[in-house]
């Protein structure tokens, strides 16, 4: 069986911390491509972050220098650390993967995270 499961949201004030965790499973990890998007009420799904090739990685403008992604292919994780949260960051965060030659991608539950002002 083939799933994501997001955890690690909860409630923080502003200029907080939280450590998000996507735990895959049933993939071929270490050859897909994997991130976290975001929905911020009322707007559509947007990119957050995502590994590219080496250690490269993609950043969305508002997350850069306050987030950071990182995967673990022994472990077929993917983690997302936030610091200095802002309220605008309040969304539900989705891991994402997309399996190797494959458009369509698989999505975990989401996990919501609310920043206090």
């Known amino acids: 069986q083939v799933q994501l499961v997001e955890s690690g949201g909860g409630l923080v004030q502003a200029g907080g911390s939280l450590r998000l965790s996507c735990i895959a499973s049933?993939?071929?990890?270490?050859?897909?491509?994997v991130g976290w998007d975001r929905q911020v009420p009322g707007e559509q799904l947007e990119l957050v972050a995502t590994?590219?090739?080496?250690?490269?990685?993609n950043y969305a403008p508002f997350a850069k220098g306050r987030f950071t992604i990182s995967r673990d292919n022994d472990k077929a994780t993917l983690d997302l650390q936030r610091n200095d949260l802002k309220p605008d960051d309040t969304a539900v965060y989705y891991c994402?993967?997309?399996?190797?030659?494959?458009?369509?991608?698989?999505w975990g539950q989401g996990t919501q995270v609310t920043v206090s002002s």
């Open positions: 994402y993967l997309y399996q190797r030659w494959s458009y369509d991608p698989y």
């Open positions: 049933g993939f071929n990890f270490d050859i897909s491509t």
């Open positions: 590994p590219t090739a080496g250690d490269l990685r």
